[in-house]
């Protein structure tokens, strides 16, 4: 499992893949999203370098969805969020069956 942390500077960071034993409790961004949305940030777009600084111009409304979960995260006490979206490499079949339960303690935030 991969998860999500925003560093100081604003930028995200996706963790390597953890081991079940390592893994931090962790904020769930429950949402609709689809990967035609040109807005939504994906796992490639970390490996495409992406996620630097100032990305807002290129993804506004993906960034923004990143930022309030990491934001509500943080007021949770979570430094890490877990976005479908995000975390998962869809090319991987491995990953995708794993992906869904882990069995830690974890907060969902919603968006309508």
């Known amino acids: 499992m991969r998860l999500l942390r925003q560093v100081d500077n604003g930028v995200f960071e996706l963790t ?6 390592d893994i931090p409790r962790h904020a769930i961004l ?5 990967l035609d949305d040109p807005d939504e940030i994906s796992f490639h ?5 992406f996620l630097k600084p100032n990305i807002e ?5 993906g960034i923004a969805k ?11 006490g979570l430094n890490y969020v877990w976005v479908d979206t995000c975390c998962i ?20 935030i919603g968006l309508g």
């Open 16 to 21: 390597k893949e953890l081991r079940e034993q």
């Open 45 to 49: 777009d970390f490996h495409q370098g």
């Open 89 to 108: 490499d869809k090319d991987s079949s491995a990953v995708l069956q794993a992906a869904p339960a882990t069995g830690r303690s974890t907060t969902t």
């Open 57 to 61: 111009h290129i993804k506004p409304a």
């Open 66 to 76: 990143l930022r309030f979960c990491a934001d509500q995260a943080a007021r949770n």
């Open 30 to 34: 429950s949402h609709t999203s689809s």
